[in-house]
Structure formats: structure tokens, C-alpha cells
């Protein structure tokens, strides 16, 4: 087999493992330089082996649908959502991430006073009802996924000033809150710029993975709202731990 060959079957292997991974650490693990990986990664991308990210690649199962996602933790989700509603008063301006945890919440939300920021589409419809406002931050649209990512969006997201935003996430451990893609991760970190406190909605499914793209340390969060039980994260944040069976 061609050297190329060789090491486009290893890149491939590097992501079966991991599950996704930056253009920089794929070129460290495979002693080559980032151009090199670049052009793999389109070759790949172009047969359909895995899909390209701002910063790096993941295989196409690394992700599941959002249809999929819709139906998975249903019930943590709506009670992860009905702790996070009552943080917020009427009047309050708060974002609300991209997501299906984010979506059960914006049900909450609904027709209540206030201000919302929307960083996906479906977040942005369901949200918009009787006396809340809606702003949808614009950008470029993930095919499948419907957030809202791109500088664009960032740039937007930069003249708000928010009191609370609801952060959703892939995956979070002990070093901190990831996503699969670099695009949204950016975006997730402006919103938290601008706004006065974070609060994490995570279901117990996404505790202890490690998607590729970084957000924040636990420690950036005001608390976190979850279903997971015992998570040990004392002295790092405070932890809102709902029954995600009711």
C-alpha cells in the first residue's frame, strides 16, 4: 500500500478512536504537517469517509442526528429545562444555546416577558409566542443541526448583554465543557463573554466524554443543572441535580 495510502488508513483509525480530532493534533500524531493533513482530510471528506469541521474532522456517525438527539433523555431533559425556567424572571435577557435540551426550555420560556437570544433555529421558532422578544443572532446554518455558527454570529452575539446564558454541551468532564465542532465552540464561548452567568443544562448521558473542540473549565460556570447523580464536582462549581425519571 502507498505511504499516502498508509497514513490516510491511520487518520482514519484516529478518528475511529477518538471520535474527532483538530487539524493540529491529527498532523502531531501522524509526524506530518498540517497542509498534509489538510489535503487528506478533503480527499476523505470528498469519498464520503468523514466530515470536515473548522479546525478538524470527525467521522459522520461521531455526532448523532438531531432527530435522534430529539428522542434520547427526553424526560431529563424536560426536567433539567423546568429548574433552569425558574431561574429566570420576567424581564430578564438571556441566550439560549443551540440544542435539544436548550429546545425544552425555550418551550418553558415561551410567551413569558422577557428577552431571548436564539443561537439555533428550532431554540428561535419555539421561543417565539406571545410577549417574548426573539433575536436570532444570523450566521451560517449547520445542515442538520440548525445552530447558528459562523463570524457572523459572533459578531452579533458581541452587542448583547445578557443576564443569563443557558449553555448546552457534547460532552463535559473534569476539565471542562466540549463540542463536536469548533464553530460552535467559539460561539458558545462569546456567548458566555457577554453574559453575566453561565449555567450549563447537561443530561447525565454527556458526563465523563471528551468531544474534540474546547469550551470552558467547569470553573467559567455559575452551576450546573443535570440529571447525574453524584457527579463529584464539589469545590469546582455548584450542582442543581434533578430527577430526570419524573
Do not use: C
Not at 101 to 111: K, S
Not at 165 to 189: C, P, Q, S, Y
Request: hydrophobic share 45%.
Amino acid at each position: 500500500m502507498p505511504l499516502a495510502a498508509q497514513r490516510r488508513q491511520r487518520l482514519l483509525a484516529l478518528l475511529r478512536h477518538h471520535g474527532a480530532l483538530g487539524t493540529r493534533e491529527l498532523a502531531e500524531r501522524l509526524g506530518v504537517s498540517e497542509a498534509t493533513v489538510r489535503r487528506d482530510l478533503a480527499l476523505l471528506a470528498r469519498r464520503g469517509l468523514l466530515r470536515r469541521e473548522h479546525g478538524g474532522a470527525l467521522l459522520p456517525e461521531a455526532e448523532p442526528p438531531y432527530a435522534e438527539k430529539l428522542q434520547r433523555n427526553q424526560r431529563a431533559k424536560e426536567a433539567i429545562a423546568q429548574r433552569a425556567a425558574a431561574l429566570v424572571p420576567d424581564g430578564a435577557t438571556v441566550v439560549l444555546d443551540s440544542g435539544t435540551t436548550a429546545l425544552a426550555l425555550a418551550r418553558l420560556l415561551a410567551g413569558r416577558p422577557l428577552r431571548a437570544v436564539a443561537l439555533d433555529l428550532p431554540v428561535a421558532q419555539a421561543l417565539a409566542q406571545g410577549e417574548t422578544e426573539v433575536l436570532s443572532v444570523g450566521g451560517r446554518v449547520r445542515n442538520g443541526f440548525y445552530s447558528l455558527v459562523g463570524p457572523w454570529a459572533e459578531e452579533a452575539l458581541a452587542q448583547v448583554r445578557a443576564d443569563l446564558f443557558f449553555l448546552g454541551a457534547d460532552a463535559f468532564d473534569l476539565e471542562g465543557i466540549t463540542n463536536h465542532t469548533f464553530e460552535e465552540a467559539a460561539v458558545k464561548r462569546k456567548a458566555m463573554e457577554v453574559s453575566r452567568r453561565t449555567v450549563l443544562l447537561a443530561d447525565a448521558s454527556k458526563w465523563g466524554k471528551r468531544a474534540p473542540a474546547y469550551v470552558a473549565p467547569l470553573t467559567a460556570l455559575e452551576r450546573v443543572i443535570t440529571d447525574l447523580k453524584e457527579p463529584g464536582l464539589e469545590g469546582l462549581v455548584k450542582v442543581e441535580v434533578v430527577d430526570g425519571a419524573l
